[in-house]
């Protein structure tokens, strides 16, 4: 049992590491071709299709979609928002911002779900909380915007994404020094 926790904190650990280095890039590519519409329009898509991906891949690591329902959900959750960013893009930035603002809402709860779920078993999770807090809080956020006047850009996403890099790489961090505490004790 100790070698299944292990190697299931080594993928925790790898997981992270993949969804910050893809979180940091991304914001990297929203400002840089933040004029750019063709690459902004894939920008959005692909940002809550990989998060969809990465859930599955997740969840198939730590015991299937059926043992995981908050991950599951966010599959289901991140795939229809990739979709519905495709309807809505061509049509009003006010929608996409909005269509994110929602995502980052039900995205966050299901993560700070996932990640209260894994405390008892992995520890470290309060980074994971904190930004699935933030997550939902950002969402809030995002959809009040989508209501004002001054025309949303990409630029009013990256934040939420940098900061989820942050966290992601934070926890990634931390469950390193968990393994290296226990392997030194």
Do not use: C, E
């Not at 043992?67 to 229809?80: D, E, H, I, K, R």
Request: charged letters at 5%; proline letters at 2%; a positive charge.
């Amino acid at each position: 049992m100790q070698s299944q926790s292990s190697s299931q904190s080594a993928w925790l650990r790898s997981y992270y590491l993949a969804r910050a280095i893809f979180s940091i890039a991304w914001v990297a590519a929203a400002v840089l071709f933040s004029q750019q519409s063709g690459l902004v329009g894939l920008l959005l898509v692909v940002y809550p299709a990989w998060d969809a991906i990465a859930n599955l891949a997740d969840a198939g690591v730590n015991g299937g979609l059926k043992a995981n329902p908050s991950q599951a959900l966010n599959v289901v959750v991140s795939t229809v928002t990739a979709l519905a960013v495709i309807a809505v893009i061509s049509h009003s930035t006010y929608a996409v911002l909005a269509v994110f603002g929602v995502w980052a809402i039900l995205s966050g709860v299901l993560q700070l779900s996932t990640g209260v779920r894994r405390w008892r078993h992995y520890g470290a999770q309060w980074a994971m909380i904190l930004s699935g807090a933030q997550s939902a809080l950002a969402g809030g956020y995002m959809v009040s915007r989508s209501i004002g006047t001054v025309a949303p850009t990409i630029l009013d996403i990256a934040p939420y994404a940098g900061f989820g890099a942050f966290y992601f790489l934070l926890s990634a961090i931390w469950l390193v020094a968990v393994a290296y505490r226990s392997a030194h004790a």
